[in-house]
């Protein structure tokens, strides 16, 4: 009984990652960044995938938080507690990037 569980256990589960799979491929990105092959102390790194109908700036570090070398990443560190959003964005201690519809 056991053993007839497992193997519809089994086929439910090979089910359900092919429709995810295919389901998962079939959606159009706007933007993506492949890290692969960076440091990881990069301050900018421009998107890998783009639609057509987007313009955007990258993504970006800004310098008040520090660059981390942790291969194949796009990391930081050395963020600090800053009380406001204008005071976070005036020391640059901030991550970001912008998309827009072209």
């Known amino acids: 009984m056991a053993e007839g569980f497992m193997k519809r256990t089994c086929s439910f589960l090979t089910i359900a990652f092919f429709i995810f799979a295919i389901g998962a491929t079939a959606k159009a990105q ?3 960044w492949d890290t692969e ?3 990881g102390d990069e301050a900018l790194v421009a ?3 783009t ?3 987007v313009i955007t700036s990258g993504l970006f570090r800004g310098n008040g938080v ?6 194949d990443t796009f990391c930081a560190e050395g963020f600090t ?3 406001t959003l204008d005071a976070a964005i005036a020391a640059h201690s901030t991550s970001s990037f912008s ?3 072209a």
């Open 99 to 101: 998309a827009t519809a």
């Open 30 to 32: 706007i933007l993506a």
């Open 51 to 53: 639609n057509p109908n």
């Open 81 to 83: 507690t800053i009380p």
């Open 66 to 71: 520090l660059g981390a070398n942790v291969q």
């Open 47 to 49: 998107s890998t995938t």
């Open 37 to 39: 092959g960076l440091r």
